[in-house]
């Protein structure tokens, strides 16, 4: 446990925030700072061909220890932190045994964890929690998953009567800005295939995330003298009111759950002359996603036809752009893949937690690169702000899986069913 903490403690207190203004890659320098921090660690435990490429790649290699031909699998999380919160100055708080009641992060400015509203905390008592002091993120998101795959690898190598095939581990810049596997070299990593360890609480086990577009729209206005402005002014921010009050009712973040999908207006600038919104498209479904898009189309198509007299030209301008798409069309090819994974959950005596993710994962982009990649739970809570926590048992448990899902896929009992039943 002492080891775990200790190595947590080891990366989140390097800041390693990431910038989606930033056109490099890794977008921040800082995040330097850390992966060459891994780079050598992981050459320290005993890991060979570890390689960190130009953008802050890292892979590294576990040999196979066994005779037989096994798949190569692989374990990826990512070392940047989200740019929504600061990550620099991190200064983690460890709570012994939990005694389930509220938490002070920061007695100075009255910021406290409390279960009264983050219901959650109190299936952890008992265990040791590790939180922010309240000024910071705490980065388990996605430190704990590196720390995770870091302490499984050196278990393995301490342990080689544990049999395994080759293991591949990777660890990426950028994730939280939507980039971490943009330059992720699939090739290279050589895989069959690999989990990302990016997940939230215990059990977490996902291969199904939503379909993503983003949407810049543009509406155009006329300014004129507001004391003599019937008939003649345009005001762009009230044709953005109507469009907005066009989208279905009822289908925002906010009030959506599971498999249903929204609109998210996440950005509005304006005068009158220009105004611009910002919204997002979300769908696990690919023909509701199509459809949703299509709204967007048909609305614009509807105020551009209504000004066209006045305005003289399209008035409203929609760019849509696709994101990302839903792993699951990649995964269920191949299901033995969270089958193993599942298996090795339960025989850890941890439950499953299959849920479709409400937002996207460096996985579901290396699937569509063509290495199917669930996503597998890091131990974590409230990621992205000064109340994220996680307990060092869920890490310690993610450690377990990681050596047990290595275990079963040396075993190749799943791989046996899958290929008989392609046969069949
Ligand atoms: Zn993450």
Same mark, same amino acid.
């Given at each position: ?13 390097i800041d390693?925030?990431?910038d ?16 060459? $921090?891994l780079?050598?660690?992981?050459? #320290?435990? !005993? ?5 960190? =490429? %130009? +953008? /802050?790649y @890292? ?6 220890n ?6 190569t ?11 929504d ?11 012994p ?15 406290i ?9 109190l299936?952890? $008592? ?5 939180? #922010?002091? !309240? ?5 388990? =998101? %996605? +430190? /704990?998953g @590196?720390?995770?795959i ?17 293991i591949r ?8 800005i939507?980039?971490?596997a ?12 690999a ?38 002014? @345009? ?23 599971g ?12 005068s ?14 690919k ?35 696709d ?31 299959i ?32 109340y ?30 899958e ?6």
């Amino acid at each position: 446990m002492q080891q775990i903490i200790d190595r947590f403690i080891s990366y989140v207190t390097i800041d390693t925030e990431s910038d989606s203004s930033s056109e490099t890659t890794p977008s921040t320098v800082k995040q330097w700072d850390l992966a060459h $921090k891994l780079v050598e660690e992981l050459k #320290t435990i !005993g890991l060979q061909d570890v390689t960190i =490429d %130009d +953008k /802050a790649y @890292i892979m590294a290699t576990l040999p196979s220890n066994v005779e037989q031909e096994v798949p190569t699998i692989g374990f990826i999380s990512h070392f940047d932190t989200t740019p929504d919160f600061t990550g620099a100055n991190v200064k983690p708080q460890i709570i012994p045994n939990y005694d389930g009641k509220d938490i002070v992060l920061n007695a100075d400015q009255n910021i406290i964890l409390s279960p009264t509203y983050f219901k959650d905390l109190l299936q952890y $008592k008992g265990q040791t929690l590790i939180t #922010t002091d !309240g000024t910071t993120l705490l980065g388990a =998101d %996605d +430190k /704990a998953g @590196i720390t995770e795959i870091v302490t499984a690898m050196e278990f393995l190598i301490n342990n080689p009567d544990i049999k395994h095939g080759k293991i591949r581990v990777g660890f990426t810049p950028d994730e939280e800005i939507g980039r971490g596997a943009h330059h992720f070299d699939v090739e290279k990593f050589g895989c069959d295939w690999a989990y990302t360890m990016d997940g939230s609480q215990i059990g977490e086990l996902e291969y199904e995330n939503f379909n993503a577009a983003g949407a810049k729209i543009t509406f155009k206005g006329k300014s004129v003298h507001p004391g003599y402005a019937k008939g003649k002014m @345009i005001n762009s921010m009230l044709i953005v009111n109507d469009f907005i009050n066009e989208l279905p009712k009822g289908e925002t973040p906010q009030e959506t759950k599971g498999y249903q999908g929204f609109f998210h207006v996440h950005h509005l600038t304006g005068s009158i002359e220009e105004t611009v919104l910002e919204l997002i498209i979300r769908d696990h479904n690919k023909k509701k996603f199509e459809k949703r898009k299509e709204l967007i189309a048909k609305i614009s198509q509807k105020f551009n036809k209504k000004f066209a007299k006045q305005f003289g030209e399209d008035i409203v301008i929609a760019e849509v752009k696709d994101q990302y798409y839903n792993m699951k069309e990649k995964v269920v090819p191949v299901k033995h893949i969270v089958d193993i994974a599942e298996k090795a959950m339960k025989e850890l005596g941890i439950k499953p937690v299959i849920k479709p993710i409400r937002g996207g994962t460096d996985g579901c982009q290396l699937s569509y690169k063509g290495l199917p990649c669930p996503n597998i739970f890091a131990g974590g809570h409230n990621f992205h702000g000064k109340y994220e926590y996680v307990p060092v048992e869920s890490m310690q448990k993610a450690v377990e899986v990681i050596v047990r899902i290595a275990e079963l896929t040396a075993k190749g009992d799943f791989i046996k069913k899958e290929v008989k039943s392609k046969i069949k």
